[in-house]
């Protein structure tokens, strides 16, 4: 009976506890465009308790006269917009790119085999319910030779 009293206070904590969510700091998605020049695979981790700073790594392709392999790294912030689950990143990346030499006509090369590329990000990034992750960016492109407009679009998984 002396405890009785106390019944309403853990039934309020323990619905506070259970109505907390944990953030999910991992993501594995797939690119079409964005910082893997043509399409990727990427695996994200962000680096503090809540949304914010994190990095990123993946292996993608790019085909220009030459089947080149792609591996973009970069370093992203994720502002909150809200409820945790919409967020305008922006992202700073490098993308180390190197052609398969077995798919290459040499007699109509006058380049380099290697390149590698500065690729800022700004976009709206969405995770759901679900654990599923998406978003769009511009990813504009920049390398030696050239400032090339470019966008991104990524879907994953969140774990």
């Known amino acids: 009976m002396k405890l009785l009293p106390l019944l309403p206070i853990v039934a309020l904590f323990s619905s506070q ?4 969510t944990t953030f999910e700091k991992n993501d594995i ?4 465009g964005g910082n893997g020049l043509l399409g990727s695979v990427n695996y994200e981790r ?3 308790e809540k949304p914010g700073l994190g990095f990123r790594f993946g292996f993608g392709f790019y085909v220009e006269q030459a089947f080149y392999v792609t591996v973009p790294i970069g370093l992203n912030y994720l502002f909150p917009l809200k409820n945790n ?3 305008i990143e922006a992202g700073l ?12 006509d040499y007699d109509h090369y006058y380049g ?6 500065f690729v800022p ?6 995770h759901t319910k679900h654990s599923v992750m998406w978003r769009v960016s511009a990813t504009p492109i920049i390398n030696r030779y050239a400032t090339t407009p470019w966008i991104g679009a990524s879907i994953g998984k969140r774990f």
């Open 29 to 32: 998605y797939l690119e079409a």
């Open 93 to 104: 990346g490098l993308t180390f790119a190197t052609f398969d030499r077995r798919t290459f």
């Open 121 to 126: 990000s700004v976009g709206y990034r969405r």
């Open 17 to 20: 506890l259970s109505a907390q």
């Open 46 to 48: 962000q680096v503090t």
């Open 85 to 87: 689950r919409s967020f």
């Open 112 to 117: 380099e085999n290697n390149s590698a590329n």
